[in-house]
């Protein structure tokens, strides 16, 4: 399901992401049981664009947007990330599966060879035999295609070669390179913050009429530690570009190979979230937010208002603990957000749920993240706050260019604020569409089971709500096949034994069904 | 309003609150305002008139014992026979008011004192037991009394010898010489024997005969001038100014200093050591040098003219008309007022008096004992003080111990779970399954008697300790659990909180108040502990007391009768300690409880 | 006459700092076979008001004045032994937690049975038989089944459809329904609706009906009631309030215009109600919606206005009722400043 709309930035790439959460065992030696709370799931999230997530309760619609900031640890498949080059946080499971790049290649030959034969076997089967068969030829398939992405999303062409060392060691100097950088930079922006801290003190003693000359002094001897510092960062800069150039040379001489160029397909910029070390995530978690559902239980009750938001701000070295000028920038957050500054020493119990939620948001928001989970943000408020908080999430987004993803289960909602909406069923994504067509133009039923479930404030429709029937099935035991085939109208044979992938079958348009609808639900 | 106002006006309204004073309700959101969770707590306990109730009970108790058990120290291996059971009261320097301005002659008894006014009529006050109250004939006129232990005798005007009080060991029986002689000169009542010397110089005792092993050699006899006793011996004092001591044991009583035999005037005995008063006004002293007593003060040294003596204090008649007393001064006996013209003055035991010459009697010294004494003399107030004492720091120590093991334990099952966690439980769970009294007693049976006394009460606070952890743990271990699923967690996981601060900040906050909690209450049922323990004989044993050991003396039905302050008062006081605490503990875990602001 | 009335009805409840006024002058009236939809925010009084009716208040709750009829009495003045006869038998309700109102410990059978057995004089044979007849009344597959099993065992949908048999087992003639989907999945709600639709086709019992849910309201209410602060701020036939009408209060108009429809373009920004609902403690004196109403002036924030009649069967508690009027007064103030 690789995606031609080029011309959108992919910040986030989901695939086959499995997170099951296992079930204590009731007796001893008995079969560990799971719930599966997302069961294999692929999605691109653009940069820029609000995906609204859409299922009923127990969907593992939530899940899935704490699996994406690694909240849980997820069990199996990638999720990427684009918003950083790996470069700028040199995560050290680069240097482990370079280094392991010969012994990984000899892995990979293995699994491939295992692949084929099952592969093969799977293809001189009947129609009838292949349904049980596909389980075990999917996960050969998909072990070898996930070591070779690990080592390919790396080294892209090259391990095509059949000399892997030279290329190796390059790619280990471009990554010791990176990594020396990066803490060079880190240790920078410690002594930045200091800096301007020690700035914001003097001015505030200008205004009170002294003058310390002792820290007019330090504040230049920092100056010119920064300058050295700049200094050498521009040097391991250049450094490592140069490795670079000298990477892309190599490459350059290689390009043309056909095996060369079909591995260099799979290169990818990404940061793999699941491999990062807890520092490691700790650091992205910046560029990654979570506004939750119950704006209550979400706030620690001891701390104020001031100290909830300062929390993260200290956290991610926006500025040093002491430092006056982060309260202003704490109470320009509570302003945008549309809390007055004068609360900031308030503590949650004080604030109505609806500023509670916006407590919440300018927490997210003042780190200056990139993308932001919104885990029912409005289900818990009051309808007349819904709407305030909805137009705050819209203005904000417009302001700092977030992206967002929405779970909800209010499709009303999620209509009026998504650009593009993905229905989970079971732990599935079932359809992924633009907002516009999916609710013109269902493809799944279970999409169009919803839409049609739903009470309207319109009076033409009233009493025109058609009921799904049967109860949803347990995610410890989904059903076989599809799992929405217990309750579809539609459902055949091939429903009940064979999952139907997951197709692109009308442009952006996503659906995994057997009997894909070809009418409108709603005109 | 500025911070400095605020705090003063919650202050005030607190206090107002505490006396039930509710003012018109100040603007509700400005109220709210101010409200830290810290602070709400801390109004929520403080509103709670029960709790600041054993709030105040328990600081009273808490600083009586221990400011108290600091200005009055106990020393725990005093005993005193002569004070044995005495209930509490105090009225033994209660002078009937008939006596005080013309009185005669006055005598000072263990706990009580017998006193004769000018008109020869007989008074007695103080601790009485029951065979004292039976005074003699009041129709006759008496001229000298003599108080001992537990009986006194008094002098008729016909010069007749009467006893009452205690009438056993042959105390009753007088002997026939005393009761014919007429020219009776001096009685001296003494611990279970009575002495009479006649103006011939003779002398006649009976009574006890193994309590005072006296032997009074013939040739003595018709030179005596007059008797001192104490609990162990007597001397006298011969008409050529000699001191003899009438026993022949080789004590350092018996060390009379030569130079001084033949110019005594007076001599006076109390139980550590003898003093003389030369005709030169000097006071000599010998025997035992407790309680200062070689130390004779200025003002009576060189200007005695006579002296008595208490149990271990001399009190001195200058010549001047002035009184002086030292030795031991536990109960005020030493410190003697500022007086003139004194004639007499009659010190025994921890009192004493002095008679001027207008018939004025003064006394000084012990009044009585708050909450009485027990069987071996004891001031029970004292021991309370110090046993209460000793109960909460064996509490609090075992508490901290059990507070530490129970936070670490718990903290580290709850925060890292695991096969860690499952381990910690099950030791966890059979620690708690040991059976407590029975264990602590074998445990203080086999290895108590090894230790010393320091070492015994430690065993009892790491024996406390070290049983009654564990619902500590397993409280902390759910808290630890029930915080770390908190969603304002996540939240702080998600920001990218740095893993410690996330301990420290979000976690454990939630655990310190439950900990507050559970030690106070733990605190009293640690109390309660030791003193089964020490009741039962297994835990503190005498003489160090505690408030369980003071009560070890109720397994007796006679004290649980007749003496019941002796278990009265530590009980009073354990029930106090432990209802306040208790009250705190549940004052405290109501404020912590968020629902209860709600309500 | 209506069936179920209540008349100026005030129920407060005491607490540490005051009194709360939950519900206060609150009047509606219930006829039979039809479904009022009592619709508000949390904390309008909407589920109190209800409560008052089978007196299920909590311990510091009370009703203070007013009158409850059912069937011609007033129920503030029954004894407890009375009310006891009425709960479960002729009134019966059904809360947003099934699984919290169930008794974990004991089978459906035993529940359901119990119903009967309290208000009707039946055989435990019979009782079980009628149970039967319930479950299958409500359309739970396997009925036989699920009588034997316990509440965990069921889904919150199965679970709602047993309180649902519960309350509906002694043929009540008013349902009080307090949010009785909130808890659960968007198609277990839609079957659910579906079958209190088809019940109260049945039976014609009487629904109270009481949700958040604008949508839930349109499908199941024939009235509707809109609470705010413990008062009725608009009450009219569900096709008044949600069609195109010249009439209406601004705190309804508010509600409408803020929630997101399906045929709401995207890119319009929301018109939100500004505020939040005021505290218990503390609410205005004029109008309670005053404060956060648009078309509020000085007569709104200093005089309660009453619940007018302002055409057959539409009250409104609004001194400017007419939509058109207020948006013109409010264009010519805006000239009049711009004029300034």
């Given at each position: 399901?690789?995606?031609?709309q ?6 986030l790439?989901i695939?086959?992401?499995k ?6 065992k ?5 079969e560990?049981?799971y719930?599966r ?13 609000t995906?609204?997530l859409?299922?009923e309760?127990g ?5 899935l ?5 690694q909240?849980?640890?997820q069990t ?7 918003g950083?080059?790996i ?14 790049l010969e012994?990984g ?5 293995e699994l491939e060879?295992r692949r084929d034969q099952?592969v ?5 089967l009947?129609?009838?035999a292949r349904?049980s068969?596909?389980?075990e030829?999917?996960k050969a ?5 996930s070591?070779f ?5 790396l080294?892209?062409?090259f391990?095509a070669?059949d000399?892997?060392?030279p290329v190796k ?8 390179a990176?990594a020396a ?8 922006a410690?002594?930045q ?5 020690l ?5 505030a003693?200008?205004?009170k009429g002294?003058n310390s000359a002792?820290?007019a002094?330090k504040l230049?001897k920092?100056d ?9 960062i521009?040097?391991a800069?250049s450094e490592?570009s140069?490795?670079r ?6 490459r ?9 160029d ?7 910029t990404?940061i ?5 070390r807890?520092?490691e995530?700790r650091?992205?978690?910046?560029d ?9 239980s979400?706030?620690?009750?001891r701390?104020t208002v001031g100290?909830?938001i300062g929390?993260?701000l200290?956290?991610h070295?926006?500025f ?20 007055s500054s ?7 119990h004080?604030?109505s749920g ?6 919440g948001?300018a927490?997210s928001?003042?780190?200056k993240?990139k993308?932001v ?5 409005v ?10 908080v909805i137009?705050?999430?819209?203005d904000?987004?417009e302001k700092e ?10 499709l ?6 998504s650009?593009r909406?993905a229905?989970?069923?079971?732990g ?12 013109n133009?269902p493809?799944?039923?279970?999409t169009?089971a919803?839409?049609l479930?739903?009470?309207?404030t ?19 035991k989904?059903?076989?096949?599809c799992k929405?085939?217990?309750?579809c109208?539609y459902a ?12 692109e ?5 996503f659906v995994a069904c ?5 009418h409108?639900v709603?005109? | 309003?500025?911070k400095n106002?605020?705090?003063?006006s919650s202050?005030?309204l607190?206090i107002?609150?505490?006396f ?5 309700e ?5 109220e709210?305002?101010m409200?830290?969770p810290?602070?709400t ?13 054993g709030?105040?009970v328990?600081l ?7 400011i108290g058990?600091a ?10 026979t ?15 008011s008939?006596l005080k301005?013309?009185a005669?002659?006055?005598?000072v008894?263990s706990?009580?004192?017998v006193?004769v006014d ?8 103080g601790k009485l037991?029951e065979?004292?109250?039976k005074?003699p004939?009041?129709d006759?006129t ?6 001992g232990?537990n009986h006194?005798l008094?002098l008729?005007?016909e010069?007749?010898v009467?006893t009452w009080g205690?009438?056993?060991?042959g105390l009753a ?6 009761k014919?002689?007429?020219?009776i000169?001096?009685?001296a009542a003494?611990?279970?024997?009575s002495?009479?010397?006649t103006?011939s110089?003779d002398?006649?005792?009976?009574g006890n005969?193994?309590a005072?092993?006296i032997?009074i050699p013939?040739?003595?006899?018709g030179t ?7 609990l162990t011996?007597?001397f006298?004092l011969?008409?050529d100014g000699?001191?003899v001591?009438l026993?022949n044991s ?6 009379i ?5 033949g110019?005594?005037v007076d001599?006076?005995?109390n139980?550590r050591a003898v ?6 006004g000097?006071v000599?002293v010998w025997?035992?040098n407790d ?7 200025e ?19 200058t010549?001047?008309g002035?009184?002086?007393?030292w030795?031991?001064d ?5 410190s003697?007022?500022?007086?003139q ?11 004493s008096y002095?008679?001027d010459e207008?018939?004025?009697?003064t006394?000084w010294g012990?009044k009585g004992?708050l909450f009485?004494?027990?069987?071996y003399?004891?001031d029970v107030a004292?021991?309370?003080?110090a046993?209460g004492?000793?109960t ?10 059990s507070?530490?093991?129970?936070v670490?334990i718990?903290g580290?099952?709850?925060y890292?779970g695991g096969?860690l966690?499952?381990l910690l439980?099950?030791?966890?769970e059979?620690v708690m399954?040991?059976?407590?009294m ?10 108590g008697n090894?230790?010393?006394e320091?070492?015994r009460i430690s065993?009892?606070?790491v024996?406390?300790?070290l ?7 397993r409280?902390?271990?759910?808290q ?5 699923e ?5 939240a702080?996981k998600?920001m990218?909180i ?5 301990i420290f900040?979000?976690?454990l ?13 733990a605190f ?5 502990t030791?003193s089964?323990?020490s009741?039962?004989?297994f ?7 505690t408030?369980g050991?003071m009560?070890?003396?109720a397994?007796n039905?006679?004290v649980?009768?007749?003496m019941?302050w002796?278990?009265v008062?530590p009980s ?6 432990v209802?306040?605490i208790n ?11 968020p ?5 | 006459?209506?069936?179920?009335e ?5 129920t407060f ?7 709360v006024k939950?519900v206060?002058?609150v009047?509606?009236?219930?006829d039979a076979?039809?479904t009022l939809g009592?619709v508000?925010?949390s904390?309008?009084?909407?589920s109190?008001?209800?409560?008052s009716i ?6 510091n ?5 007013g009158?409850?009829?059912f069937?011609?009495?007033d129920?503030?003045?029954a004894?407890?032994?009375?009310m ?12 947003q937690?099934?699984?919290?109102s169930l ?10 049975n119990?119903?009967f057995?309290?208000?009707?004089k039946v ?12 479950l ?6 396997n009925?036989t089944?699920v ?8 889904s919150?949908?199965?679970r709602?459809?047993?309180m ?5 087992a002694?043929?009540?003639r008013v349902?009080?329904?307090?949010e009785?989907?909130t808890?659960l999945?968007?198609t ?8 209190m ?14 949700t ?5 309201i349109?499908?199941m ?6 609470m ?5 701020v608009?009450?009219?036939s569900v096709?008044t309030i949600?069609?195109e ?9 508010g509600?409408?215009?803020?929630i997101?429809?399906?045929n709401?373009?995207?890119g ?12 218990p ?6 109008c309670k ?9 000085s ?6 206005p009453?619940?007018y009649e ?5 009250q409104?508690?609004?001194f ?7 948006t013109?007064d ?7 400043q711009?004029?300034?």
């Amino acid at each position: 399901m690789q995606n031609n709309q080029t011309e959108k930035k992919v910040l986030l790439r989901i695939s086959h992401l499995k997170q099951w959460f296992p079930v204590k065992k009731t007796t001893i030696g008995g079969e560990q049981l799971y719930v599966r709370a997302n069961d294999d799931i692929s999605l691109d999230i653009y940069e820029g664009e609000t995906l609204g997530l859409v299922g009923e309760s127990g969907c593992g619609k939530s899940t899935l947007g704490r699996v994406l900031l690694q909240l849980y640890h997820q069990t199996e498949g990638k999720t990427m990330y684009y918003g950083r080059s790996i470069d700028s946080l040199a995560p050290s499971y680069v240097e482990r599966t370079l280094k392991g790049l010969e012994r990984g290649r000899a892995k990979l030959r293995e699994l491939e060879a295992r692949r084929d034969q099952l592969v093969r076997e799977y293809e001189a089967l009947d129609e009838n035999a292949r349904l049980s068969k596909k389980a075990e030829k999917d996960k050969a398939v998909k072990e070898a295609h996930s070591l070779f992405l690990d080592m390919a999303q790396l080294v892209g062409g090259f391990l095509a070669l059949d000399d892997l060392k030279p290329v190796k060691e390059l790619f280990l100097q471009e990554y010791r390179a990176a990594a020396a950088l990066h803490k060079m930079k880190d240790a920078r922006a410690l002594v930045q913050i200091s800096r301007n801290a020690l700035e914001g003190r003097i001015e505030a003693a200008r205004e009170k009429g002294k003058n310390s000359a002792s820290q007019a002094a330090k504040l230049r001897k920092m100056d010119a530690d920064l300058s050295a510092r700049d200094g050498k960062i521009a040097a391991a800069e250049s450094e490592l570009s140069r490795i670079r150039s000298e990477i892309d040379a190599l490459r350059h001489k290689y390009a043309g190979q056909e095996k060369f160029d079909e591995y260099e397909r799979y290169r990818d910029t990404g940061i793999d979230l699941a491999k990062l070390r807890y520092k490691e995530m700790r650091q992205l978690r910046k560029d990654l937010q979570l506004i939750f559902q119950d704006p209550y239980s979400s706030l620690n009750p001891r701390m104020t208002v001031g100290q909830i938001i300062g929390e993260g701000l200290l956290a991610h070295n926006f500025f040093e603990k002491n430092d006056d000028r982060m309260m202003d920038y704490i109470m320009k957050t509570m302003e945008d957000c549309g809390l007055s500054s004068y609360m900031i020493h308030r503590y949650p119990h004080q604030f109505s749920g609806g500023q509670r939620q916006r407590i919440g948001i300018a927490r997210s928001l003042a780190v200056k993240p990139k993308f932001v989970v919104c885990d029912e943000a409005v289900s818990a408020l009051d309808v007349s706050i819904q709407s305030q908080v909805i137009n705050l999430l819209q203005d904000l987004k417009e302001k700092e260019h977030l992206t967002y993803l929405f779970i909800t289960h209010d499709l009303s909602v999620v209509k009026y604020i998504s650009d593009r909406i993905a229905v989970m069923y079971l732990g599935n994504v079932v359809e992924l569409a633009r907002s516009e067509d999916l609710f013109n133009h269902p493809l799944h039923p279970y999409t169009e089971a919803l839409l049609l479930a739903i009470p309207t404030t319109d009076l033409d429709h009233r009493k025109q709500i058609v009921p799904l029937e049967g109860d949803i099935p347990s995610p410890i035991k989904p059903p076989k096949g599809c799992k929405f085939h217990t309750r579809c109208k539609y459902a055949t044979d091939a429903c009940r034994e064979a999952v139907p992938d997951f197709i692109e079958a009308e442009p952006g348009h996503f659906v995994a069904c057997h009997h894909i609808l070809d009418h409108k639900v709603i005109e | 309003m500025s911070k400095n106002e605020k705090r003063k006006s919650s202050l005030l309204l607190t206090i107002r609150r505490l006396f039930g004073i509710r003012e018109k309700e100040t603007d509700l959101l400005k109220e709210e305002q101010m409200q830290s969770p810290f602070r709400t707590m801390v109004r929520n306990f403080v509103t709670n008139k029960v709790a600041m109730f054993g709030m105040i009970v328990f600081l009273l108790i808490f600083g009586t014992v221990f400011i108290g058990s600091a200005i009055y120290p106990l020393d725990v291996n005093q005993q005193d026979t002569t004070q044995q059971n005495i209930s509490p009261g105090f009225n033994m320097l209660s002078i009937p008011s008939a006596l005080k301005d013309n009185a005669q002659d006055v005598a000072v008894g263990s706990t009580f004192a017998v006193g004769v006014d000018r008109d020869g009529k007989l008074y007695q006050w103080g601790k009485l037991t029951e065979k004292l109250q039976k005074m003699p004939d009041a129709d006759k006129t008496y001229v000298q009394v003599s108080a001992g232990l537990n009986h006194a005798l008094a002098l008729t005007d016909e010069g007749k010898v009467v006893t009452w009080g205690n009438d056993r060991l042959g105390l009753a029986n007088i002997p026939f010489e005393v009761k014919d002689a007429t020219d009776i000169k001096q009685i001296a009542a003494g611990y279970q024997v009575s002495f009479v010397v006649t103006e011939s110089g003779d002398v006649y005792y009976w009574g006890n005969p193994n309590a005072l092993t006296i032997s009074i050699p013939e040739e003595l006899q018709g030179t005596v001038d007059k008797l001192v006793l104490n609990l162990t011996t007597a001397f006298v004092l011969t008409k050529d100014g000699r001191v003899v001591m009438l026993s022949n044991s080789a004590t350092p009583f018996a060390n009379i200093p030569e130079e001084i035999q033949g110019t005594v005037v007076d001599i006076a005995a109390n139980d550590r050591a003898v003093a003389a008063v030369t005709s030169d006004g000097q006071v000599h002293v010998w025997g035992t040098n407790d309680y200062g007593l070689f130390e004779v003060p200025e003002a009576a040294q060189g200007k005695a003219a006579s002296i008595s003596g208490g149990r271990f204090h001399f009190t001195v008649i200058t010549q001047d008309g002035t009184v002086v007393s030292w030795g031991n001064d536990l109960y005020g006996q030493s410190s003697a007022p500022e007086l003139q013209n004194v004639v007499s003055t009659d010190s025994g035991y921890f009192q004493s008096y002095a008679i001027d010459e207008d018939g004025h009697l003064t006394g000084w010294g012990l009044k009585g004992y708050l909450f009485g004494t027990d069987q071996y003399g004891r001031d029970v107030a004292l021991r309370m003080l110090a046993g209460g004492r000793m109960t909460m720091t064996i509490g609090a120590i075992a508490v901290i111990i059990s507070t530490i093991i129970g936070v670490i334990i718990g903290g580290i099952s709850g925060y890292y779970g695991g096969w860690l966690d499952n381990l910690l439980m099950r030791f966890t769970e059979i620690v708690m399954s040991l059976p407590f009294m029975p264990l602590a007693i074998v445990l203080s049976a086999i290895v108590g008697n090894r230790l010393s006394e320091v070492g015994r009460i430690s065993m009892i606070m790491v024996i406390l300790g070290l049983l009654s952890w564990p619902s500590l743990a397993r409280l902390v271990r759910a808290q630890i659990l029930s915080a770390r699923e908190q969603e304002y967690v996540t939240a702080a996981k998600a920001m990218g909180i740095r893993e410690f601060t996330l301990i420290f900040r979000h976690i454990l906050p939630n655990v310190i108040t439950v900990v507050i909690v559970n030690t106070t209450l733990a605190f009293a049922s640690c109390l309660l502990t030791e003193s089964s323990l020490s009741f039962l004989g297994f835990g503190v044993v005498e003489p160090s007391p505690t408030w369980g050991n003071m009560l070890n003396s109720a397994q007796n039905s006679d004290v649980i009768a007749d003496m019941w302050w002796r278990w009265v008062f530590p009980s009073i006081a354990l029930s106090l300690a432990v209802v306040s605490i208790n009250l705190i503990g549940d004052g405290m875990r109501d404020a912590i409880d968020p629902k209860s602001n709600e309500r | 006459m209506a069936l179920l009335e209540l008349r100026d009805l005030h129920t407060f409840f005491t607490t540490k700092k005051g009194i709360v006024k939950a519900v206060n002058g609150v009047s509606y009236s219930v006829d039979a076979g039809r479904t009022l939809g009592i619709v508000g925010e949390s904390g309008s009084g909407k589920s109190v008001s209800a409560m008052s009716i089978l007196r299920l208040l909590d311990g510091n709750g009370y009703i203070d004045s007013g009158e409850i009829l059912f069937e011609g009495r007033d129920l503030t003045k029954a004894t407890n032994e009375e009310m006891y006869k009425i709960r479960g038998n002729k009134i019966s309700v059904i809360f947003q937690e099934p699984m919290t109102s169930l008794n974990p410990v004991f089978t459906v059978e035993r529940q359901l049975n119990e119903v009967f057995l309290t208000h009707q004089k039946v055989s435990r044979k019979e009782a079980s038989r009628r149970s039967l007849e319930m479950l299958q009344a409500v359309k739970i597959p396997n009925p036989t089944n699920v009588l034997k099993q316990y509440p965990h065992q069921l889904s919150g949908g199965m679970r709602q459809r047993v309180m649902i048999a519960m309350a509906l087992a002694c043929q009540p003639r008013v349902l009080i329904a307090d949010e009785p989907t909130t808890a659960l999945a968007v198609t277990i709600q839609a079957q659910i609706l579906k079958l209190m639709n088809d019940l109260k086709e049945q039976n014609g019992t009487s629904i109270l009906f009481i949700t958040h849910d604008l949508g839930v309201i349109n499908e199941m209410a024939d009235d509707v009631a809109v609470m705010y602060c413990g008062q009725v701020v608009e009450m009219a036939s569900v096709e008044t309030i949600f069609g195109e009408n010249p009439y209406s209060h601004p705190y309804t108009e508010g509600l409408m215009n803020s929630i997101p429809r399906l045929n709401t373009p995207t890119g319009v920004r929301l018109e939100a109600i500004p505020g939040a609902v005021p505290h218990p403690l503390d609410l205005p004196k004029g109008c309670k919606f005053a404060p956060r109403c648009k078309y509020a002036t000085s007569r709104c924030l200093a005089e309660e206005p009453a619940l007018y009649e302002i055409e057959d069967g539409h009250q409104i508690r609004c001194f400017y009722p007419c939509k058109a009027d207020r948006t013109r007064d409010i264009e010519q103030m805006k000239e009049a400043q711009h004029a300034k």
